[in-house]
C-alpha cells in the first residue's frame, strides 16, 4: 500500500537551534500539504503545494518557518530558530485532485517535535 | 477559525456496542467530508468519506451520515472493538476556499471491557 514517507519521526532540538522535516508523497500526488497538530487537538494546515507552488501558505508564520518543493515531489519544511511553542507533531498529507476535491488524501506517521 | 467541529471530546462505549460519533459544520459550500481515525503517536488514518450529494455511506463495520439541513455528520462504528480506540476527526473539503482539508478538534473514543 502507498505510504507517505516522513522524516526524522521523533526529533528533540533546543530553543533558537535550526530543525528541519523532510516529506515524500505518495507517487502521483500532484497536492502536498504539512500540518501541525498540537497534543489534543485537529491538525491545523500550515502550507499547500500544488506541484512545486504554494497554493495556502496563509497559517504559516513566515518570520520563522518555511517550506520548499522544488521539483514538486518530496518537500522540506524548516523552523529557524525553533521556539518552545513548536513542540508538536509535523503532519505531511499528499492528495489527488479531481476538480475541487482532494482524493486520496493520505498522511504520514508525523514528526514528533520537542523543542527544550 | 475553525468551521468543523464535534459535540464530545470523549466517548466511552462497552465493547461490542455501537458506537456514534458526531460533528457539526458550518460551511454550507463544503462539498466533501471526511472521518479519520488517529491512533496515538500516528497520523490520521482515512476510514470513510461522503460527498454532499449524499446522505449516507456504508464501509466495513462503519456508516457515515450526513445531514445537510442541519449540517451534521456522523460516524457510526458497529460491534466496536478494543483496537477502535483512538481519536476520530471529521474533515470538510472547503470547495470554495483553496478546496482545504479543515479538521474538527476531535472525539476519543474509549472502549469499556
Known amino acids: 500500500e502507498a505510504e507517505v514517507a516522513q522524516s526524522p519521526r521523533y526529533k528533540i532540538t533546543e530553543k533558537s537551534q535550526a530543525v528541519a522535516f523532510w516529506c515524500d508523497p505518495i507517487?502521483?500526488?500532484?497536492?502536498l500539504y504539512w500540518y501541525r497538530q498540537i497534543l489534543g487537538q485537529g491538525p491545523e494546515l500550515l502550507v499547500q503545494f500544488q506541484d512545486e507552488s504554494v497554493v495556502d501558505d496563509s497559517q504559516l508564520p513566515k518570520d520563522r518557518f518555511s517550506a520548499e518543493r522544488l521539483k514538486g515531489v518530496d518537500s522540506t519544511l524548516k523552523i529557524q530558530p525553533a521556539e518552545l511553542g513548536d513542540s508538536a507533531m509535523y503532519l505531511c498529507a499528499s492528495s489527488l485532485k479531481d476538480g475541487p476535491i482532494n482524493y486520496g488524501y493520505t498522511f504520514g506517521s508525523g514528526t514528533r517535535l520537542t523543542v527544550v | 477559525g475553525e468551521s468543523v467541529g464535534l459535540h464530545l471530546p470523549t466517548l466511552s462505549v462497552q465493547e461490542g456496542d455501537n458506537s456514534i460519533i458526531n460533528c457539526a459544520y458550518s460551511?454550507?459550500?463544503?462539498?466533501?467530508f471526511i472521518w479519520y481515525k488517529q491512533e496515538s503517536g500516528k497520523g490520521p488514518q482515512f476510514i470513510i468519506d461522503i460527498r454532499s450529494n449524499m446522505d449516507k455511506r456504508q464501509g466495513q463495520r462503519v456508516t457515515v451520515l450526513l445531514n445537510k439541513t442541519v449540517k451534521h455528520l456522523s460516524l457510526q462504528i458497529a460491534a466496536t472493538q478494543p483496537g477502535d480506540s483512538a481519536v476520530y476527526f471529521c474533515?470538510?473539503?472547503?470547495?470554495?476556499?483553496?478546496?482545504?482539508?479543515?479538521f474538527g478538534k476531535g472525539t476519543r473514543l474509549h472502549i469499556l471491557p
Open positions: 460551511n454550507s459550500a463544503s462539498d466533501y
Open positions: 507517487s502521483g500526488h500532484a497536492t
Open positions: 474533515a470538510e473539503n472547503m470547495v470554495n476556499r483553496d478546496d482545504k482539508i479543515i
